[in-house]
């Protein structure tokens, strides 16, 4: 069982770490945003494993949500 | 355009720095990880005063969450700046214009192009998330859940209702304004009121700071959803304007 949470939790580590590399690298910006959004999903993850439920809805409702939304409408101001 | 243009920008940059300074600033990086993972192996968990110290005042709070106690009691004030923050940000991003102050805050019309899964979507989330972040809002008190997450919600139906584009915003008319500064006005009504029972600011009561912070935080709900929804639409200027292939980048999102 604690080898299996373990896993759960390098995975999610590992996970936030990679798409956040992915994130600053994308040559594409639309890429890169989706990039963002995921990792910040991965970080809600990571924030319900540590217990912070709090912050764990925050991440989720403003960091992958309303962040991502933003980002989006920034990148068509871009686009213009 | 402007993408590859910063891109390409930011690549000459790298390839004139010389690999001395990028090898210094490595080693600097690498220095400060390697102190951060030490000092993370070496965390006594066991040795936390603030969680015994929060968890011995929580009946004195008023509320039962020990989140909710520090952020809205133990640490109002902090919390207070934070929404004096956000209406800072608001103010930043307030469309000008006061000859909108005349109309009203929400203007229905026929959108150019409709997206029916949308609408159709939208009538049965909109509710629901609008009652889910009542219910984050009040269990708060006990559970996980409080002003920000609830107001981050509601802000999210607002800007869904508002890629469905039947319904557009005025923040210039008097109840948004009401909106973005009651949050902000009721903290600090309520921290100045309770100087006349207990004498000093944003001390509250402790018979009535349950109600008392129910009260801020609903204000609070209203003014964050209220400046988050601004944001978004301070940059969605675009859809109102002449340009017809907006509409087709729409469905994207």
């Known amino acids: 069982m604690i080898s299996g949470e373990l896993f759960i939790d390098l995975l999610l580590g590992i996970g936030a770490l990679v798409t956040a590399i992915l994130c600053l690298t994308a040559k594409d910006l639309f890429q890169a945003i989706l990039l963002f959004i995921s990792m910040g999903l991965l970080v809600t993850l990571a924030w319900v494993r540590l217990g912070a439920w709090d912050v764990a809805i925050a991440e989720a409702a403003i960091g992958a949500g309303l962040t991502g939304a933003l980002l989006i409408a920034t990148r068509r101001q871009l686009n213009q | ?253």
Not at chain 2, 92 to 112: C, E, H, Y
Not at chain 2, 158 to 176: E, K, M, Q, R
Not at chain 2, 227 to 253: M, R, S, W, Y
Request: net charge negative.
């Open chain 2, 1 to 253: 355009m402007f993408n590859n243009m910063t891109l390409s920008d930011s690549a000459q940059q790298e390839g004139g720095l010389p690999s001395s300074v990028l090898f210094i600033v490595g080693l600097v990086v690498a220095t400060v990880c390697l102190f951060l993972a030490m000092s993370l192996v070496e965390f006594q968990p066991t040795d936390q005063p603030l969680v015994t110290l929060v968890a011995s005042n929580l009946e004195q709070s008023g509320v039962e969450n020990p989140v909710t106690a520090v952020l809205l009691n133990f640490r109002s004030y902090d919390t207070l700046l934070e929404v004096a923050v956000l209406l800072i940000v608001a103010l930043a991003v307030m469309p000008s214009g006061l000859q909108d102050a005349q109309q009203p805050f929400i203007t229905v019309s026929k959108p150019r192009e409709r997206s029916l899964v949308l609408e159709a979507f939208l009538r049965w989330l909109l509710p629901a998330i609008v009652v889910t972040s009542g219910y984050l809002l009040w269990t708060g008190a006990s559970l996980p859940g409080g002003a920000f997450q609830a107001g981050a919600l509601l802000a999210g139906a607002g800007i869904l209702l508002l890629l469905a584009g039947h319904h557009s915003f005025n923040f210039n008319a008097p109840t948004a304004r009401l909106l973005l500064v009651i949050g902000l006005a009721m903290f600090l009504l309520v921290g100045a009121g309770v100087i006349l029972s207990s004498g000093i600011a944003l001390a509250y009561p402790v018979a009535m700071s349950g109600i008392l912070i129910l009260v801020i935080e609903v204000a609070a709900t209203l003014t964050i959803a209220a400046v988050l929804v601004l944001l978004f639409c301070a940059l969605q200027i675009e859809p109102l304007g002449p340009q017809p292939n907006l509409g087709d980048k729409e469905k994207h999102l």
